[in-house]
């Protein structure tokens, strides 16, 4: 990570993103960008590699009884309130802190510093980083490319992210996904949205995704009525996972 290169926004939100910063709504939305940005995904490793590697150099030691009151002080600006406070011992003067030292703190904003701070403590006594939950990408187009669609997928969701890149349903038709596992007959994953939305998927489907293929059928509205495609099939593709 270089010192003198500031992450943009985007960057800064994979940062959030790997201590654990963004609420609910926001990491949901941030792994689902994950699924079809590989700019994204990139800036998550690139975090996450940087972030576990403070501690590369930092040899494993027992924590002092009162280290989590001084993370809570440092981090929060607030003194733990469970034990009491140990008996204060002067102290050498000030030096410049490793994260100084490494051109972090110009960098970053008060809030991500203090984050670093504790994730610094949770490295070194309770292990590495967690792995990003994996991904799934499905690319599917017609011979012509007239149709061209991405669906992607993050794990342990149940929400397909759909990008209409190009084409549309003929008149009076819509377009419905199907996956496909190895010669086992289609299953409906629903109508495709007529433009880049979501779709929400059963449960029980989310299992059919691992080493599959997806389809696409025209179809009549409110799709098939047989459970099977009725329509043209025009776009086969096979899911692409990552981790």
Known sequence: MSDDIEPNEDET???????????????????????????ARADYARWAEDFAGLTD????????????????????????????????VPSPPR??????????????GGGLVAAMIALWAINVYLGPVIDPPATATVQL???????VVEVGYVENSEILQVTRLAGAA???????LWVI???????SLG???????????????????????CAISVEP?????????TGDIVAVAPVVWVG
């Open 181 to 187: 596992q190895g010669d086992s007959a289609p299953v």
């Open 141 to 147: 187009a017609s011979a012509d490319d007239s149709l």
């Open 221 to 229: 509205p409110g799709g098939s009525p047989t459970g099977a495609p």
């Open 57 to 88: 150099e930092i040899a494993e030691a027992e924590p002092p009884a009162e280290l989590l009151d001084r993370i809570r002080s440092a981090a929060f600006g607030t003194a733990a309130l469970e034990e009491p406070a140990p008996k204060p």
């Open 191 to 213: 109508i495709l949205p007529d433009d880049s939305g979501e779709m929400v998927i059963a449960d029980y489907k989310v299992g059919l995704l691992r080493g599959a293929q």
């Open 13 to 39: 939100r994979a940062a959030e993103y790997v201590l654990g910063l963004l609420n609910a709504d926001e990491a949901a939305a941030f792994e689902l960008l994950m699924a079809t940005d590989p700019a």
């Open 95 to 108: 030096k410049s802190s490793w994260m100084e030292r490494l051109g972090l703190l110009p960098a970053m």
């Open 170 to 176: 003929p008149e009076g038709q819509v377009l419905e």
